[in-house]
């Protein structure tokens, strides 16, 4: 026997499972657009994040570096060196300019003794007669010993004569005047005039010579 079905029994529409099936297709849509909208989102903060760093890294890389205590310790000191060197050549310029004007004043003094030099050689000379007999012999000795005595002070001050054996050089000697000599090679220095004299290789007087011709 059939029961009779009441009227107000609740009923399954027919395309209520379609429905449910819609509303969960909707519902993950929506979560997958949010998804994607957040996903978004992260990207652009992230891009922006690595904009800033390249923008910092670019401005720290141009910024001036500042010179370490090291560079600044080492420019003192190469500074200090330069300074050291022009001083000692300036000391060594100082120097030798001092010792030539030394030996300058020496050379002129010797060039002012040199006339009494000559002096007592011409009285030694005239000291004695034609035969070489000698007019007063203490005058003679007197005038010797002085003669020797400055001619010795000189010497130990480097002060030599100047060598007149041999042909003539034009460094060392001045020709007053050509004589005929037998039996002397052309050139030959005859007569000393007068004596020359040098100190350390430098002519202080040439010496006055004769020569043959």
Known sequence: MMRKRHDNDDTVPPNAGDECLDESRADAQTDAADATSDAADSATNADAAANDGTTLGATTTDAPSVPSPTDDRQDIIAHAQRIQAEFDNYRKRVEREAQEQRAGATDNLFKALLPIIDTFELSLQHAKDDTGAVRGEDLYQGILLL???????????????????GPFNPRMHEVLMMVQQEGVPRGTIVTVLQPGY??????????????AK
């Open 147 to 165: 003669h020797d005595q400055l001619k010795h002070l000189l010497e130990s001050q480097g002060l030599t004569a100047i060598d007149c054996s």
């Open 198 to 211: 040098q100190r350390g290789g430098k002519i202080i007087r040439p010496a006055k010579v004769s020569v």
